[in-house]
């Protein structure tokens, strides 16, 4: 089915060269929506054919990179980030790039696969316009397992605050206190006090 859709996305390129400038009533292109179904081929294709797709945002401010996170589309980001690693520094609306997006979507797999290959320390501390670190996000969201990925990498810098001033340890610890701790998250919050 993959061979089958790239010698379609092949000969649509040929044929009908226009078209790989068309967006969806979202501001989608051909870019987002390969990067969303997580076809790597195609994202290759269109991206020779047109660099630029990689940059166009869609209404929401999301490039193809932050879609791919959002879906956990791992060879999409893959291909991506070695045909323009500077995509990663594009945030969205609300500042996030796409290491916030791949926390708040629950896509271990994503994030694992941005920590790999974008290296910049400043991409994984940097703040959204509500102040969240994408560590942040994974303590207020209970998204344990990218939280514990995050920690993992010593670029993460958990002592970096919000705009209330918590870091993600006290936004785990206020869970503690007010009893919605699951042992999941209290494995994160001995983790955090290390």
Known sequence: MRAHATGIVEILLEKMPDLIDLTD??????????????????????LKKRTELAYKRNLESMSPLHVAAQYGSTAAIKALLRHC?????????????????????????????????VRPAELLNRVDIHGDTPLHLAAKNSRVHSALLLLRDRRVD?????????????????????????AYEMYLWRQLKH
Request: charged residues 30%.
């Open 25 to 46: 009533s979202q501001g989608n292109n051909a870019l987002h929506y390969a990067a969303q179904k997580d076809h790597q081929k195609a994202v290759e294709l269109l």
């Open 85 to 117: 690693p500077d995509v990663a520094e594009m945030v969205d609306k609300d500042g996030r790039n796409a290491f916030h997006t791949s926390v708040l979507s629950g896509k271990a797999a994503a994030l694992r696969s941005l920590l790999r290959r």
């Open 158 to 182: 958990p002592c970096v605050r919000d705009k209330k001033g918590h870091t993600a340890r006290s936004l785990v610890e206020k869970k503690l206190h007010t009893g919605e701790m699951d």
